[in-house]
């Protein structure tokens, strides 16, 4: 079991040295936060997170993209058993971004409980944002 373990590692080590990452390729910020609490845990590259209200937040970048063509992922949970919930980037219903929820300094994130349709705030929210 032991050398199996040592061969996992150092499988995972040569594969995260292979290759080069281009600028496009890298990850251009990342968050860890408690929307109950209005808390940052961890992050890189987010000066802040602004509470505009029961499961919406805006993102707010320490150093902006170069522009608002960005990738982001993401997923949000209620660790009280309520973990129906769906992160998001737009406006609840209509499906898709209006143009102001992805900026070069900023993104909005959206917490939605499917039970009820509605914005929920979410104990445990994480994202990641790729691009230039």
């Known amino acids: 079991m032991l050398r199996?373990?040592?061969?996992?590692?150092?499988?995972?080590?040569?594969?995260?040295e292979f290759g080069t990452i281009t600028t496009g390729g890298t990850v251009?910020?990342?968050?860890n936060y408690d929307g109950d609490a209005n808390s940052i845990r961890d992050s890189y590259?987010?000066?802040s997170v602004t509470d505009n209200g029961s499961g919406d937040y805006t993102a707010n970048f320490t150093n902006s993209c170069a522009n608002n063509d960005y990738s982001v992922a993401g997923m949000a949970s209620y660790q009280s058993?309520?973990?129906k919930h769906l992160l998001m980037v737009g406006n609840v219903?209509?499906?898709?971004?209006?143009g102001t929820d992805m900026t070069t300094s900023a993104c909005k994130l959206r917490t939605q409980y499917l039970n009820t349709d509605g914005l929920q705030d979410s104990e445990l929210v994480t994202a990641i944002w790729f691009g230039d």
């Open 4 to 16: 199996v373990n040592r061969i996992l590692c150092n499988i995972l080590a040569t594969a995260l």
């Open 45 to 47: 590259n987010i000066s």
């Open 81 to 83: 058993g309520t973990n």
């Open 93 to 98: 219903g209509s499906g898709y971004v209006d």
């Open 28 to 31: 251009g910020a990342w968050l």
